[in-house]
């Protein structure tokens, strides 16, 4: 018994190591990984039916501002939402989210020309339509309170 673990811990010594040299050696994402949650905003009618297909509920559609919010740190990487979308406009990245220590919530809005994201918010893209500018940013969420019944 001793004999076959010292023999595998010496054999050991002379191969390859299993795992990688991060951050050196960088992760590339399998194909068709669920990774980091992504929209295309020109295309959503903002009908809510991710929100409501949404089992984590971290999805909120205001159709009248034209605002999507996702909690991406809850956000169970399920695929429904992407699946129920009528016009096809929710995808994952084949990118790993960065990890973080607080909640942080994924908005999409559009807002007047000339209107910026509020103070502390990560920008992650930028993009002109008709009517204004559509911002998709990151901000810390608040403390979740008690739900809501659905």
Same mark, same amino acid.
């Given at each position: ?8 811990? =010496?054999?050991?010594?002379?191969? %390859?190591?299993?795992?990688? +040299?991060? /951050?050196?050696?960088?992760?590339? @994402? &399998? ?10 905003? %020109?295309?959503? &009618?903002?009908?809510?039916? !991710?929100? %409501? ?5 971290? &999805? ?12 991406? $740190?809850?956000?169970? +990487?399920?695929?429904? !939402? ?9 995808? =994952? ?6 990890? #973080?220590? $607080?909640?942080? *919530? *994924?908005?999409?809005? *559009?807002?007047?020309?000339? #209107? ?9 893209? %930028? ?10 940013? #990151? ?6 309170? /008690?739900? @809501?019944?659905?």
């Amino acid at each position: 018994m001793r004999m076959g673990m010292f023999s595998e811990a =010496f054999g050991n010594l002379f191969k %390859k190591p299993a795992t990688r +040299l991060y /951050p050196f050696e960088k992760y590339e @994402a &399998i194909k068709d990984t669920r990774g980091r949650y992504t929209m295309d905003w %020109k295309d959503c &009618i903002h009908c809510g039916l !991710c929100q %409501k297909a949404c089992p984590a509920d971290v &999805i909120r559609v205001d159709k009248a501002r034209k605002r999507n919010e996702i909690g991406i $740190s809850g956000c169970i +990487l399920c695929y429904r !939402c992407s699946e129920v979308c009528p016009k096809d406009c929710v995808h =994952f990245r084949e990118q790993y989210g960065a990890p #973080t220590t $607080s909640r942080t *919530l *994924l908005v999409y809005e *559009l807002l007047p020309r000339g #209107t910026e994201p509020p103070t502390g918010a990560t920008v992650e893209d %930028k993009f002109d339509v008709e009517g204004g500018t559509v911002w998709a940013y #990151t901000v810390n969420a608040p403390k979740p309170g /008690p739900r @809501a019944p659905r």
